[in-house]
Nanobody, 126 residues
Framework: QVQLVESGGGSVQAGGSLRLSCAAW????????MGWFRQAPGKEREGVAG???????TYADSVKGRFTISKDNAKNTLYLQMNSLKPEDTAIYYC????????????????????WGQGTQVTVSS
């Protein structure tokens, strides 16, 4: 059974940094696409950053240049380094995975994720 557990959320002031981690169990980590999503109050969940089957990365326009997704296959852990945080980054951040081979160039890439962590809260104050 696939299990994803996020950590590293918290409260920071605008301009600060946080690093989220996602520990994964129950599957061959390297064979899955992995990603980070977020959901702010009153808004739909959106894809933030992701790896596809080839290891290529994609980012939401709103976080490009500020967020970096990375992974350590040996540790089965996914990371999201978030710099220059803004109040609009405030949300619950979710780690997600999908086993179906997928490409970041597929328009349905963000819709394919089917395994989810419980989420971790990130709050950025102005």
């Amino acid at each position: 059974q696939v299990q994803l557990v996020e950590s590293g959320g918290g409260s920071v002031q605008a301009g600060g940094s946080l690093r989220l981690s996602c520990a994964a169990w129950g599957y061959t980590y390297s064979s899955y696409c992995m990603g980070w999503f977020r959901q702010a109050p009153g808004k739909e969940r959106e894809g933030v950053a992701g790896f596809d089957s080839d290891g290529s990365t994609t980012y939401a326009d709103s976080v490009k240049g500020r967020f970096t997704i990375s992974k350590d296959n040996a540790k089965n852990t996914l990371y999201l380094q978030m710099n220059s945080l803004k109040p609009e980054d405030t949300a619950i951040y979710y780690c997600a995975a999908v086993k179906i081979p997928s490409s970041i160039y597929d328009v349905s890439f963000w819709l394919r994720f089917g395994y989810w962590g419980q989420g971790t809260q990130v709050t950025v104050s102005s």
